[in-house]
Structure formats: structure tokens, C-alpha cells
């Protein structure tokens, strides 16, 4: 069992910066690649970007490219989401989640989520 939860969102202007945190606990964090979700209103869940067990490859979704970044520190079990240049249409509720096959979680295929931490970007 995985335990997982985000902290960080908040109410920020567009252009602005946040860093999303995802605390894990639980079976071993460091085995297990991560990913960030989003779902905004009305709209399905997306994949934002994943990280590997060991960080050292990364993917993101395509409007996400260059502007969001996933990193891992498994000493401190947590997976974060530093986000700039936020656009008004990244308003969602983030989640954390994980997968042990990291192309099951590239594909949405999660075993483990958080509950969601909200992110709303005002114009």
C-alpha cells in the first residue's frame, strides 16, 4: 500500500509560480516511478508529466513542456512539480499518483492517487 499526499496549490495571477509537493509513505517510494495529473472542470483527467525511479528521465505532457518540471527526492519520499509560467487554462485539481510500470502510468493506468491539491491561475 501507497499512501500519497499533495500539498502546494493555491490561487496564483498568470505568469506566476508554484511548486507542488507529494509526500509518499508506505511500501518503498524510491521503486516506484510518479506521475502528476490534472482534471480541470468538465474536462478528463490528463497526464502532466512522470518521472522514473531514479529521476533520471522525465516526460511531459506537450502544453506542459518547458514550463513545468518534475523532480524526486527519495530520501524524503516526495515527488514535487515546480510550475512558472502558469496560463489561466492550468487551472485543475493536481494529483499525484503512481503505477510499478512506468508506461501503465504514462498511460493513466494508476494504481495509487492522491486526494488533489487545487491550482487556480486568474487572468
Known amino acids: 500500500q501507497v499512501q500519497l499526499v499533495e500539498s502546494g496549490g493555491g490561487l496564483v495571477q498568470a505568469g506566476g509560480s508554484l511548486r507542488l509537493s507529494c509526500a509518499a509513505s508506505?511500501?518503498?517510494?524510491?521503486?516506484?516511478?510518479m506521475g502528476w495529473f490534472r482534471q480541470a472542470p468538465g474536462k478528463e483527467r490528463q497526464i502532466v508529466a512522470t518521472?522514473?525511479?531514479?529521476?533520471?528521465?522525465?516526460y511531459y505532457a506537450d502544453s506542459m513542456k518547458g514550463r513545468f518540471t518534475i523532480s524526486r527526492d527519495n530520501a524524503k519520499n516526495t515527488v514535487y512539480l515546480q510550475m512558472s509560467s502558469l496560463k489561466p487554462e492550468d487551472t485543475a485539481v493536481y494529483y499525484c499518483?503512481?503505477?510499478?510500470?512506468?508506461?501503465?502510468?504514462?498511460?493513466?493506468?494508476?494504481?495509487?492517487w492522491g486526494q488533489g491539491t487545487q491550482v487556480t491561475v486568474s487572468s
Open positions: 508506505g511500501r518503498t517510494f524510491s521503486n516506484y516511478p
Open positions: 518521472i522514473t525511479w531514479s529521476g533520471g528521465t522525465t
Open positions: 499518483a503512481t503505477h510499478p510500470d512506468l508506461m501503465n502510468l504514462r498511460r493513466g493506468v494508476v494504481r495509487y
